[in-house]
């Protein structure tokens, strides 16, 4: 224990000395306690199973607990299924999905990186039903979905992807299958709008991009189902919901916030069907806000979202979401890991929302509709900054 917490100091004076000698003075303050409660080092893991195999950029991990206990992994061109209870034995099973030599050609005329992109790079793993994962990958610019038998861990009916994939490797991007429905938010293609949509059953929602713009140059990291009708506390009309968590470009103006890059936590409804007159194959229920993760005493503010943890509580109700934060700015490798309940999000969406004026948006001050926004229809945001945060501690990322 003594051990861990010197050489998490090191790491500390690291991060402050790096920054220093490029000339930028980022100092954790001195009254903050950045001491982990637990530090693990890598050369203390005794016992520690690897898996290797001869293929690169592993991208994507399913691990199912339950029944054979196995781990799934996507990477560049294969997948891989390992016991999870030892992934180091001899008997992992292997898919290999790369694109032909005449789709990697293509892909390089289109003027993209042989070296990096022109690959099929998993994205996308998951349970689809008892019997089947589904998967897609950017197979060298032009993506495409497969399921897989998990029983025979073999492929079969490799269908388009374009809808449902990003395209390259470092696009952006989370997606979910719930009750055999898939969610995707993502920049699909260089020139779309990022959006968040349902793939089935027909029609497709989607978030709106003209006349209002609901996403803003988003960058996705991470989505999760919450099945809040479970809860008892659940007020009418309550359904489950599909949380996204991305950082976008801020359109906002208000008090404080400058036109930088944000962190936030959008959501729909699960049982969303789309408007009948305006709003068709739209979300009715979209809604997002602002997480902030900060230390407004120093003026540290950790606007960019890099990834998000969401454990599961007892019940729905208890939910929590840990957030891993960077600074926006490229020089300083700082970040935070800050932490929200599901109240939280809920009481923001439960706050005063903003409205588009004249392409900005302002806080609303007239009357809140009886049906609020997000349970019908939208054409307001929630601003509400979340009042409670906890910030754990920072340290330098890579
Ligand atoms: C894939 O792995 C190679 C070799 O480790 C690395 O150079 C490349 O940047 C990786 N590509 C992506 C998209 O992560
Ligand atoms: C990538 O394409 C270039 C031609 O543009 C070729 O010289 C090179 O060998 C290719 N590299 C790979 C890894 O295919
Ligand atoms: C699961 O889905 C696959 C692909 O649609 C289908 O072939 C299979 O029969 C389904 N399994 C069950 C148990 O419904």
Same mark, same amino acid.
């Given at each position: 224990?003594?051990?861990?917490?010197?050489?998490?100091?090191?790491?500390?004076l690291l991060?402050?000395?790096?920054?220093?000698?490029?000339?930028?003075?980022?100092?954790?303050?001195?009254?903050?306690?950045?001491?982990?409660?637990?530090?693990?080092l890598s050369s203390s893991l005794h016992g520690c199973r690897r898996f290797r195999s001869s293929v690169v950029n592993y991208s994507a991990m399913l691990l199912e607990a339950e029944g054979e206990q196995r781990l799934y992994v996507g990477a560049r061109g294969a997948v891989f299924a390992l016991d999870a209870s030892d992934i180091?034995?001899?008997?992992?099973?292997?898919?290999?999905?790369?694109?032909?030599?005449?789709? /990697?050609?293509?892909?390089?005329?289109?003027?993209k990186d042989n070296k990096t992109e022109c690959f099929n790079h998993i994205r996308f793993l998951?349970?689809?039903?008892?019997?089947?994962?589904?998967?897609?990958?950017?197979?060298?610019?032009?993506?495409?979905?497969?399921?897989?038998?998990?029983?025979r861990f073999v492929m079969s009916s490799p269908e388009e992807g374009r809808d449902k994939c990003p395209y390259g490797p470092k696009t952006g991007y989370t997606g979910i299958i719930v009750d055999q429905e898939m969610y995707t938010a993502s920049q699909y293609e260089f020139r779309s709008f990022p959006d968040i949509r349902r793939n089935s059953p027909s029609p497709t929602l /989607?978030?709106?991009?003209?006349?209002?713009?609901?996403?803003?140059?988003?960058?996705?990291?991470?989505?999760?189902?919450?099945?809040e009708s479970l809860s008892?506390?659940?007020?009418?009309?309550?359904?489950? /919901?599909?949380?996204?968590?991305?950082?976008?470009?801020?359109?906002?103006?208000?008090?404080?916030?400058?036109?930088?890059?944000?962190?936030?936590?959008?959501?729909?409804? /699960?049982?969303?069907?789309?408007?009948?007159?305006t709003l068709q194959k739209r979300w009715t229920s979209f809604l997002k806000a602002r997480m902030t993760c900060s230390l407004p005493e120093y003026d540290f503010h950790f606007n960019e979202l890099r990834s998000v943890f969401v454990m599961a509580g007892d019940t729905p109700r208890d939910t929590l979401f840990y957030g891993v934060f960077?600074?926006?700015?490229?020089?300083?490798?700082?970040?935070?890991?800050?932490?929200?309940?599901?109240?939280?999000?809920?009481?923001?969406?439960?706050?005063?929302?903003?409205?588009?004026q004249d392409s900005n948006w302002k806080e609303y001050t007239g009357k809140i509709p009886d049906l609020r926004p997000g349970t019908?229809?939208?054409?307001?945001?929630?601003?509400?900054?979340?009042?409670?945060?906890k910030y754990v501690g920072h340290e330098k990322l890579s």
């Amino acid at each position: 224990m003594k051990a861990g917490r010197s050489s998490s100091l090191r790491l500390l004076l690291l991060a402050c000395c790096a920054c220093g000698a490029a000339g930028y003075p980022f100092r954790p303050p001195p009254d903050l306690d950045v001491t982990p409660r637990v530090t693990v080092l890598s050369s203390s893991l005794h016992g520690c199973r690897r898996f290797r195999s001869s293929v690169v950029n592993y991208s994507a991990m399913l691990l199912e607990a339950e029944g054979e206990q196995r781990l799934y992994v996507g990477a560049r061109g294969a997948v891989f299924a390992l016991d999870a209870s030892d992934i180091s034995t001899a008997s992992a099973l292997t898919i290999e999905w790369e694109a032909s030599p005449e789709q /990697k050609r293509q892909c390089l005329l289109k003027g993209k990186d042989n070296k990096t992109e022109c690959f099929n790079h998993i994205r996308f793993l998951q349970r689809f039903n008892s019997t089947h994962l589904y998967m897609c990958g950017t197979h060298a610019f032009s993506p495409m979905c497969a399921y897989i038998d998990a029983e025979r861990f073999v492929m079969s009916s490799p269908e388009e992807g374009r809808d449902k994939c990003p395209y390259g490797p470092k696009t952006g991007y989370t997606g979910i299958i719930v009750d055999q429905e898939m969610y995707t938010a993502s920049q699909y293609e260089f020139r779309s709008f990022p959006d968040i949509r349902r793939n089935s059953p027909s029609p497709t929602l /989607k978030t709106e991009d003209a006349p209002t713009r609901w996403l803003n140059e988003a960058s996705f990291v991470g989505s999760a189902l919450v099945r809040e009708s479970l809860s008892s506390s659940s007020s009418a009309g309550d359904d489950d /919901k599909i949380y996204y968590f991305f950082t976008e470009g801020s359109l906002e103006q208000t008090g404080t916030s400058t036109h930088g890059r944000v962190a936030r936590v959008a959501r729909i409804c /699960k049982g969303d069907r789309g408007g009948r007159l305006t709003l068709q194959k739209r979300w009715t229920s979209f809604l997002k806000a602002r997480m902030t993760c900060s230390l407004p005493e120093y003026d540290f503010h950790f606007n960019e979202l890099r990834s998000v943890f969401v454990m599961a509580g007892d019940t729905p109700r208890d939910t929590l979401f840990y957030g891993v934060f960077g600074l926006g700015w490229k020089n300083i490798k700082a970040s935070a890991l800050c932490r929200f309940s599901l109240s939280d999000v809920q009481e923001a969406f439960q706050g005063p929302y903003m409205e588009n004026q004249d392409s900005n948006w302002k806080e609303y001050t007239g009357k809140i509709p009886d049906l609020r926004p997000g349970t019908v229809s939208v054409h307001s945001l929630t601003h509400a900054l979340f009042a409670s945060f906890k910030y754990v501690g920072h340290e330098k990322l890579s």
